[in-house]
């Protein structure tokens, strides 16, 4: 029996996206028969590379009512640079959704699996798992400011970022709830309050002012710098991480980069409030060097659709069931495979994509 059925919008986007997204798609639809989760998938052919060779531009001029009254959006990757320029396909898609769906969190899952050889040395699987946090709608990222005296001696660029208490305080109460929902309940903020003077001390605050209403969490609040180099000297230290668009981007490489393959990394692009839908999408792009060869690891893209199940359920009832299953018919695979040229194997995307489907389907 359904109870109740969640419209996705299916957008596979370019390259390994095209490979990875049917092993996605095949494991959702073993996951929703076996759990009984409604899900209709609308498949949309823009936000590509041919696309845009058609058309002048990445999506329709109407792509935001097209996306009208789906529940989520399942993406593939996006980027060809052989004929579209990164910042074209980037900045004409994802980001799109990212900023006009007020998509303000960007999450990250990090964690070491059994049968993964780590680049770390002397980790175990249990090691490393951790979530990064991070704010994906200001701070850093703004095209505020500019250039004068261009091109002479005295050349002077100015690029301003933006944090609003809004802004902060969203993304800060976010990491705190996920903090509370986790066993260890401990939530490290990512700073550089001694080195940019203003903006930083003025987050170090709104993290304590946001943590009076947490005072069951423990707060550690680090500069990036340093953190950078735990979450490779030191990664069983955390649980939640929350920082701001420009540090969360590099912590959210550099998380995945130290639990192997980028093949296995997943993430969410979330509204919380569901007032426009949230994107779930691999990390990684459309990787153009192995397109073709059916060798993609598909992990990533059904890890995502696990969180997107998740979100959709608020995190119980059949959706959360089907996450776990999904979750733990990862966990099998990698340890007993099929696996992936990236993970040591010689399996193809379909290959491991199958296996996932059918461990899923069997529970
Ligand atoms: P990439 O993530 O596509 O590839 C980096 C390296 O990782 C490549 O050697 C690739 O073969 C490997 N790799 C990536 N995913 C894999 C998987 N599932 N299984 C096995 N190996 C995998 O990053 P790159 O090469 O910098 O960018 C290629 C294109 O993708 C560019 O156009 C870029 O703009 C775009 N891109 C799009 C993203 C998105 O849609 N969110 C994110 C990152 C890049
Ligand atoms: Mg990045």
Request: proline share 6%; with cysteine; charged share 25%.
């Amino acid at each position: 029996p359904v109870n109740k059925t969640y419209r996705i919008a299916v957008i596979a986007g370019d390259g390994i996206g095209k490979e990875v997204m049917p092993e996605g798609l095949r494991v959702l639809r073993a996951a929703a028969g076996k759990f009984g989760i409604g899900l209709d998938f609308q498949h949309y052919d823009w936000a590509c590379a041919e696309y845009y060779e058609r058309h002048g531009a990445m999506m329709p001029e109407d792509w935001k009512a097209q996306l009208a009254g789906v529940d989520a959006i399942y993406f593939g990757a996006v980027g060809w640079p052989r004929t579209v320029p990164d910042h074209v396909s980037l900045w004409g898609s994802l980001l799109q959704f990212r900023r006009q769906f007020d998509q303000y969190i960007n999450l990250r899952p990090v964690r070491l699996f059994e049968g993964v050889r780590c680049p770390l040395a002397g980790k175990a699987p249990g090691d490393i798992d951790f979530v990064v946090v991070r704010e994906n709608t200001e701070g850093e990222y703004t095209n505020l400011g500019g250039r004068i005296y261009a091109g002479t001696e005295r050349e002077i660029v100015i690029q301003e970022s933006v944090f609003s208490r809004f802004g902060a305080d969203r993304v800060l109460k976010f990491a705190y709830e996920l903090s509370r929902a986790r066993a260890r309940k401990q939530l490290t903020v990512a700073t550089k309050s001694n080195g940019i003077a203003l903006s930083m001390p003025w987050w170090d605050e709104r993290a304590d002012e946001v943590g009076q209403s947490y005072p069951d969490i423990r707060v550690d609040k680090q500069h990036i710098d340093i953190l950078c180099a735990r979450f490779v000297l030191q990664p069983e230290r955390f649980d939640v991480v929350v920082a701001t668009n420009l540090f969360g981007d590099i912590l959210s490489d550099l998380g995945p980069a130290c639990t192997g393959t980028i093949g296995l990394a997943p993430s969410a692009n979330l509204n919380p409030e569901k007032r426009f839908p949230s994107l779930f999408e691999p990390v990684h792009g459309s990787a153009p060097d192995i397109y073709g060869k059916g060798i993609a690891n598909p992990v990533a893209m059904i890890w995502s659709g696990a969180m997107m199940l998740d979100f959709l359920g608020d995190g119980a009832g059949a959706c959360r069931a089907a996450h776990d299953a999904i979750v733990q018919a990862i966990e099998e695979a990698l340890r007993s495979g099929p696996l992936t040229p990236d993970l040591g194997g010689s399996a193809t995307t379909v290959e491991l994509g199958q296996a996932i489907a059918e461990r899923v389907a069997a529970g």
